[in-house]
């Protein structure tokens, strides 16, 4: 067991350095140089050519990304903390330590002072979104997936089939028309501060529905079609030829069975709800993680960028081994190997 | 008229009088040269506008909050946007203040005094201010603020407006990696900046220069305070109305009134902006809930779906704000002016301006000169007419026209909607577009060194800001790159001008040359628009897209 961690730990920092190269050399090819981004548009050449130099922005870009891995562990201080940079840049944690994103371009802050409260924020978003997405995708998933091809299979499937391909910026324009506009009981926007006279839970009514319409139907197709294919199996039709009932049925021998596939997906899910929530922030005015790394890579905030990279990908690391330790203890088969 | 007024405002007032010049227009041009507001207006004959009585009536106390994108204000000298400056704008002010009528007045200032030959101007700081920390305002800080724009190393844009008179480029001696000189900039004498006592400073100009008040006027202008170095956050100090006391990059800013402001208001106890991010339609559903009480700009599309709230005023202002399509004039395709001639000649602006503004714009002529700019000269109207740029395609050497990309921004929407109405235009002369949007931030990388794109220019009170900024040959901000003699020699003479005939004469000669042979082709000026809840008292909307919270209250 702590050989298979540990091998997962090595493959997460191995995933995370490709990762994070990777946006350094895509960011390479965005217009747009650090110096020119910290001074605007107006600054002139002769400006943006004297600070390109103070930041050493002109290294190859291997050279760089060393410096900025180097930041990163905490083995060089951030060049751009230096005062001769004329930046004004500090950080109250330090110039030199383990986990220092650096200096966002975009917000003239650490990242570390940004990020972690917005991703915060989405947490709280997708962790509520999930709550209600969890319960009611294995509901409709399993009501659909017991008698395929049913009266009940057609409509539930018919529902989700519908709210999974309405897409968020439809559903939400419809609900703020609906519920702000026409019938004014909820806030059209979540700055996530009550200082409008709206209380932060009614906030977060609107944007949770629109991830829980787009995000659970698709979740409940993937159970009902797990659902299925287990209820077709021999010991499942011998359970009922031994005259169990269809509650015990379900809930004693074909549930387990048929969430072990789903369960993958389920985990899948948070990903989607910590990086895919771009547009119902955008909509709803949310600050989160989704809206600070659109901003960022519309901005070409390296900085940003890369922490949110990393962020992500330890998420998806993490939510994956999750997937195969829950894995393990669903099915026996695998726990032996 | 006392001895400090300037020589040239008895000519002013004879013009005015026998009708060379209008009274807006002498308005103008007499606080230009320092008369303060209040004469100026006694001697127009115009009635002065009635903003001492008023305010008084304004309740009192209360909170606004403002729906605007809140982006970083690290320092004050570096603002490069409306929206950033207006954070610092309730906390840090200027010496100067351009009203909604485009005149000047002393703002931090209590007089200017400007010397015939236009390059000595000296300023007179009023000595009941003090900063929110109880010093009082001095010489020292201003000299300190207008020293640190003018260095480069700072990178402010006052270094672009200020060259030519305040500071100079000169050869380092040392060459840059492609053997080309390697230029600087640097104050023209130690004596450019001059501090006469704790309340005077004088400006010792290069170059004659009448556009200074306006130029202290400019977005990263603020007077901060020396000591806290250049950084602006909340606790900053400032001689403003408000304190800050919160910010959060993106999410939103908070304001504490102070007691002790020198100047009008505040009314308002508490000021809040609110960041609701780059979807329009945040905005309006942040309206409709009213989680904001108004907004810092509204386009077109959300004005018309919000006239239908009742509780929602809307407030429009025409501006000289504009879009520029510029070619430059070295490409292949666009040496040749008759080209460019074309391509002005292609447009329908009324049809751009009902598309791509809904209306809420007038037609510009090409020449970056608004009719509400004080200089402006009317010349002769030309409308769109296809066959004639054809034909001057054909002889330029393009009978089937060329293809061609063109640079631009998706957001504001209003900017990529004008790009396609043009392409589409042009198509009609055989110029075939392709449109190329780049997000703003990379956008402004490479705005003036794409050969063919679609540039916004903010409002600016005076043209011959605009004009000495972007078509001067090697201008700071000449995104054309655009070289003309002529036209820099008829700008210089501009700038040095006081009679208003004459100017209007030289502007008209300059206007000429930009229809004849200049880079841009210009659609519209643009009216701007916002909405305010109609509880919101006090509230005018400023061409320049600042707001002033002081001057705002809120009936309950």
Known sequence: ?337 | MDKTTHSYIPTLVDQMQTGAIGRRDFLRKATLLGLSAAAAYGLSGLPAPATAAEPAALPKGGNLRIGMRCMEIKDPHLVDFAEKSNLIRQVCEYLTFTDAENITHPSLLEKWEVSDDLKTWTLHLRRDISWHSGRPLTADDVVWNLRRVCDPAIGSSMLGLFTGYLVEDYDTGEKNADQSPRMASRLWSENAIEKVDDYTVRLNCAAPQIAVPEHLYHYPMFIADPADGGVFGPGANGTGPFEMVEYTVGKGAKYKARADYWGEGPYLDTFEFVDLGDNPGASIAAMASRQVDGLSEADAVQINSMRNFPHVAVYEVQTTQTVVARMHPEIEQFKDKRVRQAMRLAVDRDKIIQTALLGAGTPAEDHHVAPTHPEYAALPKYGRDVEKARQLLAEAGYPDGFDFDMVTRPDPIWELNTAQVLAEQFKDIGVRINIKALPSAQYWEVWKTTPFSLTAWGHRSLAIMTLSLAYRSNAAWNESNYANPELDKLLTEAEGILDPKERSKVMAKIEAIMQDDGPIVQPFWRIFSTVMDKKVQGFELHPSQYLFAHQYAVSA
Not at chain 1, 85 to 110: I, V
Not at chain 1, 240 to 267: C, Y
Request: glycine share 8%; with cysteine.
């Open chain 1, 1 to 337: 067991m702590a050989k298979f961690l540990l091998k997962r730990l090595v493959m997460m920092v191995v995933t995370m350095l490709c990762a994070s190269f990777l946006v350094f050399a895509v960011c390479e090819f965005t217009p747009g140089s650090v110096a020119r981004k910290s001074l605007g548009p107006y600054a002139t050449q002769q400006q943006v050519d004297l600070l390109s130099e103070k930041l050493k922005a002109n290294d190859p870009l291997v050279v760089r990304y060393g410096r900025w891995l180097g930041v990163l562990v905490g083995a060089i201080p951030d060049p751009l903390q230096d005062p001769d940079t004329g930046l004004n840049f500090s950080d109250p944690r330090g110039a030199q330590y383990f986990g220092n994103f650096g200096y966002s371009t975009l917000n003239k802050l650490p990242v570390n002072d940004v990020i972690w409260d917005r991703l915060g924020n989405t947490a709280i978003l997708a962790g509520l979104a999930f709550l209600f997405i969890v319960p009611l995708s294995i509901l409709f998933g399993i009501l659909s997936g017991l008698k395929e091809g049913g009266k009940l299979d057609r409509v539930l499937s018919v529902i989700c089939i519908t709210f999974t391909s309405i897409p968020e910026f439809a559903s939400s324009v419809f609900l703020v028309t609906l519920f702000v506009i026409l019938w004014p009981i909820l806030p059209g926007t979540s700055p996530l501060n009550s200082d409008g006279g709206w209380p932060i839970g009614y906030q977060l009514i609107l944007p949770v529905a629109v991830l829980v319409i787009y995000d659970f139907g698709y979740v409940a197709r993937m159970i009902r079609v797990s659902m299925i294919g287990v209820m077709e199996r021999p010991y499942i039709r011998t359970a009922i030829l031994k005259g169990m009932s269809t509650r015990q049925v379900v809930l004693r021998h074909a549930l387990r069975n048929a969430m072990i596939a789903p369960f993958t997906v389920l985990l899948l899910q948070i990903n989607f709800l910590i990086s895919g929530v771009v547009v119902t922030e955008l909509v709803f005015a949310y600050p989160g993680f989704g809206r600070l790394i659109l901003d960022a890579s519309l901005f070409g905030d390296i900085a940003t960028l890369e922490a949110a990279t990393m962020i992500t990908v330890a998420i998806a690391v993490t939510t994956q081994l999750l997937g195969d330790l829950g894995y393990m203890l669903l099915d026996p088969r695998i726990r032996v190997k």
